[in-house]
């Protein structure tokens, strides 16, 4: 089976080492080369033909050097860039995209890399993924507001469950469930689950 070669760059020598090892566990993905910092990454790019590119976006600390190293990167490699950060803010990921890179993740969501590295590698779509996150991170602005609680209940509403099979779903008691709807439309201020939903979805993009 040929792999997916994949070169992370990044800062923590035990990011790398835990991330190889977790990306190594894949069948089809194989990590081949690691820096951590831009003039390795550099090298590393001219001397071995990777397909996958994981940049951190505050390499040496930096907020925007891990941005300044992909659009150097591009001069000497074919490779997909995928930015990985700590960050939640629209600034970086617009930039990111501007860099050239074709993903944006935080490092919290790690779970998703083997699946982002095979979308970039066979469906490269970077406007769509800006269009996706951007979305994202509006969505998590919208719910900031909610508790944990909230937050499960509000996402059940806006699946289409009914309040009775929320209560079933939760094990909540219908006195409990009110209670929490009512807050969850006072924070959102509405007057109803519908407009409550049709709200979060007319600041997000989709």
Do not use: C
């Not at 590393?44 to 600390?61: K, V, Y």
């Not at 944006?104 to 969501?109: D, L, M, Q, T, V």
């Not at 998703?112 to 490269?124: G, M, N």
Request: no cysteine.
């Amino acid at each position: 089976m040929s792999h997916i070669r994949v070169l992370i760059i990044d800062d923590d020598a035990d990011w790398i080492k835990a991330l190889t090892t977790f990306l190594n566990g894949e069948a089809d993905l194989l990590v081949i080369g690691a820096a951590t910092n831009a003039n390795e990454a550099i090298s590393m790019a001219q001397m071995n033909a990777f397909d996958i590119i994981l940049m951190d976006i505050q390499l040496d600390g930096s907020k925007l050097d891990g941005i300044h190293t992909a659009m150097l990167l591009h001069e000497y490699s074919s490779a997909k860039i995928i930015m990985l950060t700590s960050l939640q803010d629209e600034q970086s990921m617009t930039q990111s995209f501007t860099a050239g890179a074709v993903q944006y993740i935080e490092k919290s969501r790690y779970l998703e890399l083997p699946q982002a590295i095979r979308s970039a590698y066979h469906h490269p779509a970077p406007m769509e993924a800006l269009l996706k996150e951007l979305s994202r991170l509006k969505r998590e602005e919208q719910l900031k507001e909610l508790t944990g609680a909230e937050r499960e209940v509000f996402e059940l509403i806006e699946e289409g469950y009914t309040q009775s099979q929320i209560e079933k779903k939760l094990y909540k008691a219908e006195s409990t469930l009110k209670n929490q709807v009512n807050k969850i439309l006072k924070k959102f201020g509405v007057k109803s689950s519908k407009e409550a939903v049709e709200k979060v979805k007319r600041r997000g993009f989709f």
